[in-house]
């Protein structure tokens, strides 16, 4: 027993020890990557890219449920994104409340027969609107599908552009967000076959008609800890992992793709729970196995501010539903790991995403059963176990200033000193007891998982329209 | 006596722990004072910069016509780039007049001698701002110093020095361009090059005839690309010798090219490309079939509402529904197509125009037609969908319409 205590005890660390290695090599890998970046963006200059004459024409597409609050606001902030060829797709899956109508007497909605072809599947369509106000806007009302994945596949069915945003209804775009993500797909059309763009947090952030107007840290703890957490996730995580062309995930919140690529895996699965990260992993599965070149990039300045949960509930059910989806897309997944065919996916980015992502909390919790029940046994090295809380505790914060540093040399959106002061504040806080509750959330949403809980459950957000109460 | 750093790293590996701990701090420590010390520097940069804006925006007229010495601001570095990111913002807002009186001062002031010379020495992001610069400035001196860069080794120069040669927009730009790509093979992507040479050649399209006979593909295929942008009627006859091109690209560019020339010899070339083998050929020839706004073409768009396409089948119907005169008898010979996707094709082109109403009232109207075939019309228009096939069948088809087809 005190044996498989003491192997525990140090797997644990040398667990913990690699998984911050690999952090502390994505962040130094961020870090070369965005200073190049910020240089080359002075060579893109927005107005010269507006007026490019073949640019290409992109569909957003919106789903939205049960929005009524906030879809008008919303749609008015998507059709006011600065693009010269824009068309939007709103999705209204099934919603329970006057989402349709709201849209209706806003922007003047009439029947059409646009182009729709059930390529993917979808719950029934009950109809096609076009806006008398704006002809870029079209709405397709369809039956409830119980998941985002069927509503952005009814989008996809009505789409005719070369390439496709998607979008969360309740986000907020910057006005220039679909010049600057395109800016990778312009410069090689061909190889560049997905975008990813970054998805910030809005919550405290000041906002008018859909516009956002001052960038604010949140008040609550909670939600300060998460701006740090998608600072890292993004700046440091994605940026590396896109740098060698291993990006994973394209958040669901603002991410562009090519169409067509994107019906020949058959658009979104339906039933799946991590609807971007799945469809991700099957364009790499799909571009390896017909041994065609491509790249993934994520860009750092296209920016989608979206609300994160603000109550550790909300946050709970977020996080356990996250996990859910790491666990039901790397299980099918599994026939790709290290085979040869699927080249740094299949022996790199999918193995550390099962060792370092899906397996987390299980080696983690693990760990702190094993230390409490090794205290309690008095066979726990005093000193091992002070020296490691310490070294975690010092090498994590580390990560986390350093994604407050790359958005400080990079982009720079939190200009109040209060909110820097405060960011950095949290980096030291976050560790405990947040971190250890975290684990507890994902090993929760495994365990729903394996007992046969795959249903997609939507958050509840406060919308649009709350956020200009902040 | 040793230091705390000697002690540290004397101890030994047992305390490789301990070192690691110290230095995770001082990480912390120094990332801390990075980020704190950067935003308090940047503070006061800004302050600066801004009140210089400030102090140089109230004397831009007398700066910018010389007044003011160029010495007085050009040997400080603060002013220099506070000044010529002016220059090149108002350059890139503004109309001819005052393009020329600011390209006027750049060269007066000798920065575009200046940023030539950085886009010839300097290597690396350097380059790419001062070629950046000189595409802002649209001087035509800076066009062999943006050739140059055409032939950096550098894919992130390459494209800089292309989109500068774009914003030229000048043919000169162009002939560089075609002339680099000729000689060096296609070494920049696609459409970044379609994007430049369509700026540079709207002008004179003749430019790009003799790389396009000789060119080989892939190169080929971009100018084809460009070519069908950019055709103006005085190519007309050229565009013809392409419209049995091996390349499809090319084929697709007669097609496109061919909407701006005369009705009589774009009609024959435009309908035999309609059937094409290759979808975007025939998507382009019905698109410029409708263009040409001439009834000869009608029953070329109907062949086109049935095919295997749909963004043929919607073009053709876009290009249907634009002949307004004769929407009744082009309706029913769309019925008479037998053709549901070609149907709903035409309905949606037609509410998308808004003139569902207007067909309606000349269904309405319409002395031409019997009382049963204007009903059978108009149940097709109101449902959406085709009559069985018996009802099809024995209808007949009017004369009207099947001179259409």
């Known amino acids: ?470 | 006596m040793a230091s705390i750093f000697e002690k540290l790293w004397n101890l030994g590996p047992a305390a490789f722990i301990l070192k690691a701990i110290v230095a995770a701090f001082i990480a912390n420590a120094m990332l801390l004072a990075f980020i704190l010390f950067r935003r308090a520097y940047r503070k006061r940069y800004f302050t600066r910069r801004d009140k210089r804006v400030f102090e140089l925006r109230q004397n831009w007229d007398a700066l910018i016509s010389g007044k003011v010495p160029y010495t007085e601001w050009r040997n400080k570095t603060l002013d220099l780039q506070i000044v010529e990111a002016m220059a090149l913002d108002a350059l890139e807002a503004s109309g001819p007049e005052e393009s020329a009186r600011l390209l006027k001062f750049l060269r007066n002031s000798g920065l575009i001698e200046k940023r030539i010379c950085e886009a010839r020495q300097f290597t690396g992001w350097r380059r790419l701002q001062a070629l950046v610069a000189l595409g802002c400035t649209r001087a035509p001196e800076g066009i062999s110093a943006l050739a140059e860069g055409l032939r950096d080794g550098d894919i992130e120069v390459r494209l800089a020095a292309l989109r500068g040669l774009g914003r030229m927009a000048s043919p000169q730009a162009g002939e560089e361009i075609l002339a680099s790509v000729a000689e060096m093979g296609l070494c920049i992507p696609a459409l970044p090059l379609q994007n430049a040479l369509i700026q540079c050649t709207a002008e004179r399209p003749q430019i790009l005839l003799p790389y396009i006979r000789h060119a080989e593909s892939p190169f080929r295929e971009v100018l084809g690309r460009v070519l069908g942008e950019v055709a103006t009627p005085s190519l007309g006859p050229d565009l013809l010798q392409f419209a049995e091109d091996e390349i499809d690209e090319l084929r697709a560019a007669a097609a496109r090219g061919l909407s701006h020339t005369k009705v009589e010899l774009a009609l024959d070339v435009l309908s035999e490309l309609g059937h094409d083998p290759t979808w975007f050929v025939r998507l382009r020839a019905i698109v410029s079939l409708g263009k040409l706004s001439d009834r000869r073409t009608i029953p070329t768009l109907l062949r086109g509402l049935t095919d295997a396409n749909r963004l043929v089948r919607f073009r053709a119907a876009e290009g249907l529904v634009a002949f307004k005169t004769e929407m009744g008898p082009i309706f029913a010979a769309v019925i008479a197509t037998r053709d549901r996707y070609g149907l709903h094709a035409y309905l949606t082109a037609l509410e998308n125009a808004h003139l569902r109403g207007m067909l309606e009232e000349e269904l309405q109207a319409s002395t031409n037609i019997s009382e049963k075939e204007k009903g059978h019309l108009q149940s097709v228009l109101m449902t959406g969908a085709l009559p069985t096939e018996d009802a099809a069948m024995t209808a007949e088809i009017p004369e009207h319409v099947a001179a259409l087809r």
């Not at chain 1, 491509?294 to 860009?299: A, G, P, S, T």
């Open chain 1, 1 to 470: 027993m005190i044996q498989i205590l003491h192997i525990s005890n140090h797997t644990l660390f040398w667990y913990y020890l690699l998984s911050n290695l690999a952090y502390l090599a994505m962040l130094i890998i961020a870090v070369k990557t965005s200073a190049r970046h910020q240089r080359r963006l002075g060579s893109h200059r927005l107005s010269w890219i507006r007026e490019t004459p073949l640019i290409p024409p992109i569909a957003i597409i919106a789903p939205a449920h049960n929005e009524e609050r906030s879809i008008c606001v919303a749609v008015r902030n998507l059709l006011d994104l600065d693009y010269p060829e824009l068309e939007l797709i709103v999705v209204n899956d099934g919603s329970e409340d006057c989402t349709l109508a709201v849209m209706q007497k806003e922007f003047h909605l009439r029947p059409v027969r646009a182009i729709y072809v059930p390529e993917m599947k979808s719950a029934r369509v009950r109809g096609l609107y076009r806006s008398d106000v704006d002809a870029r806007l079209l709405v397709v009302d369809k039956e409830a599908g119980g998941s985002k994945a069927d509503a952005v596949n009814a989008g996809l069915n009505a789409l005719t552009s070369p390439y496709v945003c998607i979008v969360d209804s309740d986000s907020v775009l910057e006005r220039d967000a679909l010049l600057r993500i395109m800016v990778p797909i312009l410069e090689n059309p061909k190889r560049v076959i997905a975008v990813g763009g970054i998805v910030r947090v809005l919550n405290g952030s000041e906002i008018k008609d859909g516009q956002l107007q001052r960038v604010r840290l949140p008040r609550k703890s909670i939600e300060v800890i998460q701006v740090i957490e998608y600072l890292r996730a993004f700046l440091i995580g994605r940026e590396a992992w896109a740098q060698g062309n291993m990006l994973m995930i394209i958040s669901g919140a603002f991410g562009v793709f090519r169409s067509d690529l994107v019906r020949s895996v058959g658009g979104y699965r339906s039933r799946a729970i991590g609807e971007d990260f799945d469809l991700v992993t099957r364009l790499h599965r799909y571009m390896r196995e017909q041994k065609l070149d491509y790249e993934i990039r994520f860009v750092p300045d296209p920016m989608c501010w979206t609300e994160v949960p603000s109550d550790l509930k909300s946050l709970g059910r977020q996080r356990a539903r996250w996990q859910k989806g790491l666990l039901d897309v790397l299980w099918p997944s599994r026939n790709m790991l290290f085979r040869v065919r699927y080249g740094r996916i299949g022996s790199f980015a999918l193995p550390y995403l099962w060792l370092f992502e899906l397996f987390a909390p299980v080696v983690e919790i693990t760990g702190l059963v094993t230390i409490i029940l090794a205290a309690c046994l008095g066979v726990l090295s005093g000193a091992f176990f002070s020296q490691f809380l310490i070294f975690g505790y010092a090498f994590a914060t580390v990560i986390s200033i350093g994604s407050v540093l790359q958005e400080e040399i990079t982009y720079k959106r939190y200009n109040d000193w209060q909110d820097v002061v405060r960011l950095l504040g949290y980096c030291f806080f976050e560790h405990f007891p947040y971190r250890q509750m975290h684990m507890f959330w994902r090993l929760q949403g495994m365990w729903e998982y394996l007992r046969g809980d795959h249903a997609w459950k939507p958050l509840k957000r406060k919308g649009l329209a709350s956020a200009r109460a902040h």
